[in-house]
């Protein structure tokens, strides 16, 4: 493997700005081996530039300290033999069950019960882990900054996704109490002040409770418990990008939010503002398109969650759309909806429309797990590599971006102020 040339990190920004980024998804669940070859050449032949590759933590370090590299490898190299480019993301979709066991980082409800833990691609989903848990940010620390040593200097490295569909669960073990009682502290400076907001009548922060529920009894606790934990989030966030900074000051850093962010009816703590601005560019899932064609809700959150981005990146002008449905979406055991014929091509298009200077397309093939539904979850193609109508439609629109981009992109002189901000 040669290393690639070094290019200064505003260089990339500029030109990725300037030309658009068409990714699709790829790695999650590990696809056949002897797909890999024919079904990356296919990703170049549409027309699509990059590929996105989750690392999954729970298949890389199932046992700690030890990691498995081998299917990454193989999917860097290819991708850079065949002229495609990389967004590697460093999933914790699940955490390794040996860590989750040793770091002991059980969520607690509000209530103050355990939490159950839910499992997902051999490991702990990251939903039920505590993130203000430092044991386990020790083992996520040594993680992220193995993979960077790893794949800073690969040719086929385009970004880091550091953070996909960002969230923190409500949590009131030990740490979270002790941290949220830390920013109470920062925030209001004198426990009576607390005291006189919430009706309690604690005799120091040490005292302090984070709410018990969401009823309005306890309405001014939990409202500033939610606003604690997108901080929280934020500084997370912070966290991530600091430490591939600190190894790779070469390649931009990237998260990405839930579809619908700050839109959707649940005690997801987003905060689109504050974690934007955390790293050089932010994304966003899309994935509420699938039923926007029949559901007005959807379609206005989805309307609402692009504005949502276009504003959280004012200053940078930049957001990708880093999920957005290739094919029927799925979840609770069955297909939602179809992805019915132009729905694709119409949503391409609003992303664009709504300010997304890239789209990564969620996903190539359908995932393994859910191959035996019909039709099969959020392929682009069929399970074989079969082409789909809805493969037609993003080659129509890769065809129409290329003779129009001038005219969809022409704000170059913004992109320039971008380079110029974050070149070293």
Known sequence: MTPAKKIPMGKIINDICINFVLGIQY?????????????????????????????????????????????????????????????????FETIPDAIFNVSNAFV?????????????????????????????????????????????????????????????????????????????????????????????RYRSFADAEPPYSRTSLEGQNYLNYTLFRAESLAKRIRWLNSLVKSLDKQHPVTAHAHSGTLNLPNEAAHDDWLAGREVDFYGTSTHEFNSAHDNIPSFARAAANLQVQSSAARDKNYYWVTELSAGPAFGAGVIHRRLNERELSYNLWFSVAGGAKGIFLWQF?????????????WGLCNLDGGETYRTKELREFIKI???????????????????ASLSP
């Not at 298949?59 to 700690?64: D, L, N």
């Open 27 to 91: 790695f999650r669940i590990i696809p056949p081996r002897d797909e890999w070859a024919e079904d990356f050449a296919h990703i170049k032949e549409i027309g699509l530039d990059t590929v996105k590759i989750e690392a999954v933590w729970s298949q890389i370090e199932s046992i700690p300290g030890k990691y498995e590299w081998n299917e990454i490898d193989g999917l860097m190299d290819l991708a850079d033999k065949t002229g495609l480019k990389v967004l590697l993301t460093l999933t």
């Open 108 to 200: 607690m409800d509000l209530d103050r019960r355990q939490e159950p833990v839910k499992r997902g691609f051999g490991g702990v989903w990251r939903h039920q882990c505590c993130w203000d848990n430092p044991l386990l940010l020790r083992h996520v620390e040594k993680y992220i900054l193995t993979a960077v040593r790893r794949y800073r200097r690969h040719p086929a490295l385009l970004f880091w996704d550091v953070f996909q569909e960002i969230d923190i669960p409500e949590c009131t073990c030990g740490y979270t109490k002790k941290s949220y009682r830390q920013w109470l502290k920062a925030k209001y400076k004198d426990i009576r002040k607390v005291n006189k907001i919430y009706g309690e």
């Open 365 to 377: 093939k359908p995932e393994r797990l859910f191959f035996h539904e019909t039709p099969s979850a």
């Open 401 to 419: 971006l290329k003779k129009k981009r001038k005219a969809v992109f022409k704000d170059a002189a913004s992109c320039e102020r971008i380079r």
